[in-house]
């Protein structure tokens, strides 16, 4: 049985990828807990379940998906399912979480984690999906927000409206992602403060942090275009945009994801520790004025 909503804050958290394997085991670096990327462990066996297992021993784990395809009109993958609840019974992570996204149709992966369309429709055809999974896992998941490049015309509420909606009627929580809602807001031109206000506090559990590159319009429209990498340092403007976030949603488990360009788990955690100062100096501020 997954744990509920009333799973205490894990902390301030990192990613965990191979190269940072032996570091984790060795000495006990300032992490409070590793997500793992739960396709890496869908395996019977080898050397990523023997050091999972090990590194299981020592720290709190959860587990994080891409291939969910929650927002798909293709029949949920049963077989991805009862890998993902295998090894959940393997590792009991604290949570398990995937993206607000489709990643194909009609049986063609598009290997991209596409938006949806924010309408009354895909919402109550998501909320239906999102129950049958958590039945299935046993208790409710996390859906992250993504990064997006696109809107659709068919839209009829904002995103942060979507899933606010959402939470409630599919009864799940947030993986909220301050990199992403930056990256679109920039990209569409919406006030990211607008969208952490409309998120229910309650609902969020989790967070990320990331960094992103800037690249030239295809289009040659005016202004850049973010996208979501990953293979950077968490910017400035995500740092002060994750500042609001733990005023709004505070004691909520924070993480960092690097997935290209990886440095040394040193240079994560440092990161890590401006993460864990800025939610600590928040928090005070928050009761010296109460």
Not at 12 to 33: I, K, N, S, T
Not at 96 to 102: N, P
Not at 237 to 263: C, H, K, Q
Request: proline share 7%; aromatic share 8%; net charge negative.
């Amino acid at each position: 049985m997954l744990p509920s909503s009333t799973t205490p804050s894990l902390g301030f958290g990192l990613g965990l990828r191979p190269e940072h394997y032996d570091d984790a085991l060795q000495g006990r670096p300032a992490v409070d807990w590793f997500e793992i990327l739960s396709e890496n462990y869908l395996i019977p066996g080898g050397r990523p379940l023997h050091y999972l297992d090990r590194i299981r021993a020592r720290y709190p784990l959860v587990m994080h998906g891409v291939s969910l395809s929650i927002g798909s009109t293709d029949p949920l993958d049963l077989p991805y399912l009862r890998d993902l609840k295998a090894l959940a019974q393997r590792i009991e992570p604290a949570w398990i979480s995937d993206h607000l996204c489709w990643t194909g149709v009609g049986g063609t992966n598009l290997h991209d984690l596409m938006p949806l369309p924010h309408t009354e429709e895909a919402l109550r055809h998501v909320a239906r999906r999102v129950q049958q999974v958590q039945d299935f896992l046993g208790g409710r998941i996390l859906l992250e927000n993504v990064s997006s490049y696109v809107t659709y015309a068919q839209s009829t509420m904002q995103e942060w409206e979507f899933l606010a909606a959402l939470v409630v009627e599919a009864d799940c929580e947030l993986l909220l992602d301050v990199n992403n809602i930056y990256v679109s807001s920039v990209n569409h031109g919406f006030d990211p403060h607008a969208f952490l206000a409309g998120i229910p506090v309650d609902r969020v559990r989790q967070m990320h942090l990331a960094g992103h590159q800037h690249q030239r319009r295809a289009d040659g429209s005016a202004g850049e275009l973010l996208i979501d990498t990953h293979d950077q340092p968490v910017p400035e403007p995500v740092w002060d945009l994750y500042r609001a976030a733990v005023r709004r949603f505070p004691g909520v488990s924070t993480m960092i994801e690097r997935d290209g360009n990886i440095p040394p788990l040193a240079e994560l955690v440092a990161e890590l520790e401006r993460a864990r100062a800025i939610a600590g100096g928040d928090l005070l501020v928050g009761q010296a004025s109460a």
